[in-house]
């Protein structure tokens, strides 16, 4: 015999065996209070006296004893032998009261129809039965004892049919009941989900979005703009004393929403932020969604779109240059040999040779940009390699210019191009000899390699003890052909860098204590990159 049935420990079930267990509790006490005041004799044609009375004290301390130990049954045969209870007793009572006069038969019809909420299928049917079965033999043998019983049969028929009846109805209409609650309780999942799915989207959003409300208090803030704005926590806060350039571009916004709003700086030494706004209208609640961009990472796509066009624009014309200029340079070659220019000819003579030189280069940084191989990183132990790549470039330089190594203790690997390291290195070392000998007698250079105690990873300083790098240059530093001197092309620190990204590492430049630059190199974890 299969069931179907609500699961027990679900809430709804739980609800339903209270309420079952308050209503068995209620006609309990009503019949005892019924039989206290001595009325069962005027109201009801009882059979047996003594037998209904005691029926009824049975009826209510079997029903306390329930209510008291089986508040959460666990399994499917508890309710069942439950329900059996309560329609044997209730027949017993049914038959001592007299049949169907007495109206107890009506109790039977809501216990059936209880316990096919919580049993369904034939097993509900079978409570049924057994009530039903139940009146009609009790009537048949009432009929034995009191001929006047034996006109019940119709009612006793009618109320089997009710039982039926109410099982029926109620299966029905509670398995509608459950459907419905099932795919609520999957739409309620299903939006409990995108919402999980949307949350962890917007927190790993770069652009930074803050939600606030009239007063201008935060109710979102995603990592984002956390992030940007240089704050561990915002929600719940008014951004008014914290943001007031960003409350100002809020103002005005809400004066002329045409306007695009002005770029702002949220925190010293933090990156430039473009603000945009929406209005968010919830009911009667006007809202304002602030969107965050980081410029300096538009501009760093900008001008990387701009170099790759600009690249393969190179590509295209450069013979087309480098003919014209191989010509002028080997005519001015010719011409210095002659022996019939003075001093102001062979002076603009090389001038000519010099600015040649100057646009070969400028077209060879270029094309680099454009037909950049693909890094193929190795593992490298810094600092074999440092060691060798410094004693391969003193071999190169003048007397007047000194090369320090210092490494720190400990093994120092990261996976890099060797072949890019060394363009990178190469290029650094030798802007720090040109800028330190431009302040001393002597050039010097200290490359300075050691494990960076926060994150652990490896870091190679290049220091100078030059003039350095004043403070309104630092931001364009690293810009393509930004230059500070006459004869550079300013794409050395470009190309640095962009090597260094490519291999996971990051070039940065910081102010070296006593005078002088830093450039430090840090490097990946060994095991980041495969």
């Given amino acids: 015999m299969t069931a179907e049935s609500l699961p027990l420990g679900s809430n709804q079930s739980q609800r339903i065996l209270r309420l079952y267990n308050l209503y068995r509790l209620i006609i309990g006490l009503a019949l005892v209070l019924l039989i206290s005041s001595e009325l069962d ?47 044997l007793l209730l027949s017993s009572l049914f038959y001592a009261a007299g049949g169907t006069p007495s109206g107890i038969g009506n109790l039977l019809i809501v216990a059936v129809a209880i316990a096919n909420i919580l049993l369904r299928g034939r097993i509900g049917l079978l409570i049924a039965a057994l009530a039903a079965i139940a009146l ?9 004892s009191r001929p006047s019983a034996a006109s019940h049969y119709l009612q006793a028929g009618a109320l089997g049919a009710l039982c039926f009846a109410a099982a029926l109805f109620v299966q029905g209409l509670s398995r509608r009941l459950q459907v419905s609650e099932t795919l609520a309780e999957q739409r309620a999942a299903d939006v409990a ?4 799915l949307n949350e962890q989207i917007l927190q790993r959003m770069r652009t930074g979005i803050l939600v606030l409300d009239s007063q201008r208090r935060v109710l979102l803030a995603n990592q984002g703009a956390l992030g940007l704005l240089g704050q561990e926590r915002l929600a719940g806060r008014i951004i008014d004393p914290y943001f007031p350039a960003l409350v100002v571009r809020l103002q005005q916004w809400h004066d002329n929403p045409t306007l695009r709003p002005a770029e702002l700086k949220a925190q010293e030494g933090g990156p430039a932020l473009q603000p945009s706004f929406v209005l968010l209208q919830r009911g009667k609640q006007q809202h304002t969604l602030v969107f965050l961009d980081d410029i300096s990472q538009i501009a760093q796509q900008a001008q990387q779109l701009k170099l790759a066009a600009l690249g393969r624009l190179t590509a295209g014309i450069a013979h087309e240059i480098r003919n014209p200029l191989g010509a002028i340079s080997h005519a001015a070659q010719l011409l210095q040999e002659s022996e019939h220019l ?16 100057r646009m070969n280069l400028v077209i060879e940084n270029v094309l680099q940009l454009s037909r950049r191989r693909q890094s193929e990183p190795q593992l490298l132990d810094l600092k074999y390699w440092l060691h060798r790549f410094a004693g391969e470039f003193r071999n190169s330089l003048p007397s007047t210019q ?18 890019q390291l060394t363009q990178v290195l190469t290029n650094l070392v030798q802007n720090g000899l040109r800028y330190s000998a431009q302040r001393n007698p002597h050039g010097q250079v ?38 500070t001197e006459n004869k550079g092309t300013g794409l050395g620190l470009y190309i640095s860098r962009e090597l260094c990204e490519s291999n996971q590492a990051r070039l940065d430049y910081k102010q070296r204590e006593g005078g002088g630059s830093c450039f430090r190199i840090t490097f990946a974890h060994p095991r980041k990159l495969s």
Wanted: no cysteine; glycine share 4%; proline share 5%.
């Fill in 41 to 87: 004799n005027q109201l009801l044609e009882v059979t047996n006296a003594d037998w209904f009375r005691y029926g009824s004290w049975l009826y209510l301390i079997i029903n306390v004893l329930v209510a008291t130990l089986m508040q959460r049954p666990h399994h499917l045969a508890q309710v069942f032998a439950l329900a059996l209870i309560d329609v």
């Fill in 136 to 144: 009609i033999y009790l009537t048949f043998y009432l009929s034995l």
């Fill in 193 to 196: 989900n995108l919402e999980a």
């Fill in 342 to 357: 003075d001093g102001p000819d062979q002076r603009l003579l090389q001038i000519i040779q010099d600015h040649s030189r």
């Fill in 402 to 419: 000194q090369l320090h190594v210092e490494t720190g203790v400990g093994s120092l690997q990261t996976r890099m191009d060797p072949n």
């Fill in 446 to 483: 200290w490359l300075r390699l050691f494990r960076d105690a926060s994150s652990d990873l490896p870091v190679l300083e290049v220091l100078d003890d030059g003039p350095g790098v004043s403070a309104e240059q630092v931001p364009r530093l690293f810009e393509p052909f930004h230059t």
